[in-house]
């Protein structure tokens, strides 16, 4: 039996929904056409791996990349790399959140993957009933 060819559960992409999991790394790279982008690679629960990618394209992925500088750091916006790196450093492997999965379909038809990070504590909190009591 060959292991070459085959395409493994763990490669599948994630199905919609909310996944508690822990922050392993944060960088900043480039893409291919040259813009910025914080990656965020992650461990769920479940024991899943993935990244998720905040390319600095567009204003929702700049605000989605604040939001999990807010989470993952507790700052949103670093004063510079040094401190982002180093910020990063000391949170790898302890900063917990809720990963959202949303799937959005291209104008070109294709299927893509958001992932969303949220802060953990927040989105499992128990929902109130607002009914008077007495």
């Known amino acids: 039996m060959s292991i ?76 510079d790399f040094q401190t982002f790196f180093r910020l990063a450093d000391q949170k790898a492997s302890r900063s917990r959140f809720m990963l959202i999965v949303k799937n959005h379909k291209k104008g070109s038809g294709e299927q893509t993957q958001n992932f969303l990070i949220r802060d953990l504590k927040k989105s499992q909190q128990p929902v109130l009933d607002t009914e008077e009591i007495f």
């Open 4 to 79: 070459f060819g085959k395409r493994f559960s763990e490669d599948l992409p994630f199905d919609e929904g909310e996944y508690p999991a822990t922050m392993l790394r944060m960088d900043w790279k480039d893409t291919k056409a040259g813009d910025q982008m914080l990656l965020v690679e992650f461990r769920t629960d479940a024991g899943r791996t993935g990244k998720a990618l905040f390319p600095q394209v567009n204003s929702f992925f700049e605000s989605e990349a604040k939001r999990a500088c807010k989470v993952l750091l507790g700052v949103s916006e670093p004063e």
